[in-house]
């Protein structure tokens, strides 16, 4: 797919590891000017090493008050991709005041304060833009033990929606993308068991998970994930906007 993001500045959220380093890679790559948000410094220290000139900013997006902080000198920018995440599964009978809290700060509290940020920014300079939420197939469906991600992911996809209403008319775009199971860090944490990811996996017409650079393919392969999120960042998705991109192998369809 050919894509060029010249010109555009990029912010990306968990850019340390996994699809939001990939993701940040990808935009540098495709020559955006890449701001890289993540929590552990070494990571972004790494990216930095790999890609000089990305800008990088070393801060917990759970927190309110440093992230309001961190950002307030952001600059303009035009694309966002909130991906920061993080995946504290409980079965619900053992679910936590501070698992739930955490997860929601995280996955969807930050979601709304990092792009009201980038939004005001881009309705002050009469910008268009586009905002990616990573979202999850499991915020269509049920899955053991997740009963609170299961729910931020959700949460997201619906204020994916209403924030495409309110902020179509300043022709910002908003999209989610939901993968399936992607063995980043997350993903090996999660479904390294071999039976639970094998009954995943016999549900899942394509019979693999969304690939990522983990996983031994030819280097110019851009990853599953990382293609949906740069198109929908892209004007080849111009007219998209309040959508769910499934990028789950048909998870969803039975
Ligand atoms: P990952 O490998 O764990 O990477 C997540 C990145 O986000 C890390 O760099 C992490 O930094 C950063 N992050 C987490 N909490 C943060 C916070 N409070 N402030 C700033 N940065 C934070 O995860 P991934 O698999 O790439 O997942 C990325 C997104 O895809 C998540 O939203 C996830 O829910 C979604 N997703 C993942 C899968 C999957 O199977 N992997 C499937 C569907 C959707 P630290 O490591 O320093 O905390």
Redesign the pocket.
């Known amino acids: 797919m050919e894509r060029s993001f010249a010109g555009r500045r990029a912010l990306v959220?968990?850019?340390?590891?996994?699809?939001?380093?990939d993701t940040a890679k990808a935009l540098f790559a495709s020559g955006a000017q890449v701001v890289a948000?993540?929590?552990?410094q070494e990571?972004l220290v790494s990216l930095a090493q790999e890609c000089p000139g990305i800008e990088t900013l070393c801060?917990?997006?759970?927190d309110w008050e440093a992230t309001e902080r961190s950002l307030s000198t952001i600059g303009p920018v035009d694309l966002l991709v909130n991906?920061?995440?993080?995946?504290l599964l409980q079965p619900f009978l053992e679910v936590t005041k501070e698992a739930c809290d955490r997860s929601f700060d995280?996955?969807y509290r930050?979601v709304i304060q990092v792009s009201q940020i980038v939004s005001r920014g881009l309705i002050a300079r009469g910008s268009p833009g586009a905002i990616v939420n990573?979202?999850?197939?499991?915020s269509q469906c049920a899955l053991k033990d997740h009963a609170i991600y299961c729910s931020t992911?959700s949460a997201m996809d619906m204020l994916t929606k209403v924030m495409a209403l309110e902020l179509g008319p300043h022709k910002i775009r908003v999209n989610t993308v939901n993968?399936?199971?992607?063995m980043?860090?997350?993903?090996k944490a999660?479904?390294n068991d071999s039976k639970k990811s094998e009954a995943m996996l016999s549900r899942i017409p394509l019979g693999k998970f969304a690939a990522s650079r983990y996983h031994p393919i030819p280097l110019a392969e851009v990853e599953d994930v990382v293609n949906s999120i740069l198109f929908l960042l892209s004007d080849r998705s111009a007219m998209t906007t309040g959508s769910a991109l499934l990028v789950d192998g048909g998870y969803l369809v039975g």
């Open positions: 959220t968990g850019a340390g590891k996994g699809i939001g380093r948000v993540s929590r552990t990571d801060v917990d997006l759970g991906n920061a995440g993080v995946a995280v996955n930050s990573v979202s999850s197939q499991a992911k993968p399936t199971v992607v980043t860090a997350m993903g999660n479904w």
